[in-house]
Nanobody
Framework: QVQLVESGGGLVQPEGSLRLSCAASRRVTGPYAMAWYRQAPGKQRELVASVTSGGGTNYADSVKGRFTISRDSAKNTVSLRMNSLKPEDTAVYYC??????????????WGQGTQVTVSS
């Protein structure tokens, strides 16, 4: 089992910045990906950004150029730097860890979520 603990959410004005962090309770070995998802009221959870154990990154079109995901394998953490925030970025942000156990099996872990509110 792996526990994920997020931090860094809060209230910010439009065009402001926030940094979210997620710490895993233990080191993960083997192929994996860590990601940030978000869910706004009345909407489905969506992928915001992801980073693989190999360092590859992926971003939702809506956040490209504004958000940056990074990981620190030594500290078992993943961060999301969010710049130029917009009201439509308001959501609960969830940290996700997806571990590849074998060619047929993956295991998903989720954090408890952290609220990000962008409002003047």
């Amino acid at each position: 089992q792996v526990q994920l603990v997020e931090s860094g959410g809060g209230l910010v004005q439009p065009e402001g910045s926030l940094r979210l962090s997620c710490a895993a309770s233990r080191r993960v070995t083997g192929p994996y990906a860590m990601a940030w998802y978000r869910q706004a009221p009345g909407k489905q959870r969506e992928l915001v950004a992801s980073v693989t154990s190999g360092g590859g990154t992926n971003y939702a079109d809506s956040v490209k150029g504004r958000f940056t995901i990074s990981r620190d394998s030594a500290k078992n953490t993943v961060s999301l730097r969010m710049n130029s925030l917009k009201p439509e970025d308001t959501a609960v942000y969830y940290c996700n860890l997806n571990v590849v156990l074998n060619s047929n099996t993956r295991v998903n872990y989720w954090g408890q979520g952290t609220q990000v509110t962008v409002s003047s």
